[in-house]
């Protein structure tokens, strides 16, 4: 069982140390980092946790799910910490996919607990755009060497009310972000707002987007689907956790029926 973790915590050994047990305990889930970088003497990394579900008629369907590019955002980290345990509980939940986890993107704003690094950047605006931080180019190169089917991005917006996405104006994005937010609404409400974030949203989902997030490199083709996520921040963070946690299985059981779906024609 992993635990909650109180959301004051930046303490990263309380969040991964059990993702680490897990992994000794659980042969389907392997804990590797995506690579590490030195500040002031100290190394951080960029955790991945690797989970190959069952089988499936179709080749594995390959997807990155990503959190903490905020610092100040943890409920993403730990629905992915839930999330992977409940993979290990029941791995028919991952039939077909394999799942590549990136808890904690941003580990010196975690520690801190702050929206930017330690240097003072919003890596969510840095991708793409010849970076220098570290931390965009680990995860650059990772968006390159798996070119995911699917990526979803986890956030927490402390100015909105309610649940909300970005669907990149594209028709399979919002298909799986809609009944996402229905199965997050369960336990929080939706942003019902028809401006969030500075862009227009219909039913809470956008599909403008900030330019600069993290994102599939631009030069792939095909694009995979690509959800940006995101809970109120001010919300008890149980229930941002439980919430997102919802949102995963939902993508995971719809983005299923749709390859399913796509066999058939």
């Not at 659980?26 to 990394?45: E, P, Q, W």
């Not at 009310?161 to 994005?173: D, E, I, K, P």
Request: with cysteine.
């Amino acid at each position: 069982m992993v635990m909650l973790m109180s959301p004051d915590s930046r303490d990263l050994r309380t969040l991964l140390g059990p993702l680490l047990e897990l992994a000794e305990e659980c042969v389907d889930v392997i804990g590797t980092m995506a690579g590490s970088f030195s500040l002031n003497g100290r190394r951080y990394g960029i955790p991945r946790f690797l989970f190959t579900g069952p089988e499936a008629a179709h080749d594995p369907i390959r997807l990155g799910l990503f959190a903490g590019i905020h610092g100040d955002e943890p409920a993403g980290c730990e629905a992915l910490a839930h999330l992977l345990a409940d993979l290990a509980d029941n791995p028919e939940i991952a039939k077909g996919y394999d799942l590549v986890i990136y808890p904690v993107c941003n580990p010196t704003g975690y520690e801190d607990n702050t929206r930017a690094n330690r240097a003072g950047f919003d890596l969510n605006r840095e991708f793409w755009r010849s970076s220098a931080q570290p931390e965009v180019r680990i995860l650059e190169r990772e968006l390159r060497t798996h070119r995911f089917d699917g990526i979803v991005t986890l956030h927490a917006d402390d100015t909105c009310s309610g649940c909300y996405g970005y669907a990149h104006g594209r028709v399979l994005n919002e298909a799986l972000l809609r009944p996402a937010l229905d199965a997050a609404s369960r336990i929080l409400p939706r942003d019902a707002r028809a401006n969030i974030d500075g862009f227009v949203a219909t039913e809470s989902i956008l599909h403008d987007c900030f330019c600069g997030v993290l994102a599939a490199p631009p030069d792939q083709s095909p694009q995979p689907f690509d959800l940006i996520f995101e809970t109120p921040a001010l919300s008890p963070f149980d229930h941002q956790v439980d919430a997102t946690v919802a949102a995963l299985h939902s993508i995971l059981g719809e983005y299923r029926k749709f390859i399913a779906y796509a066999q058939d024609l």
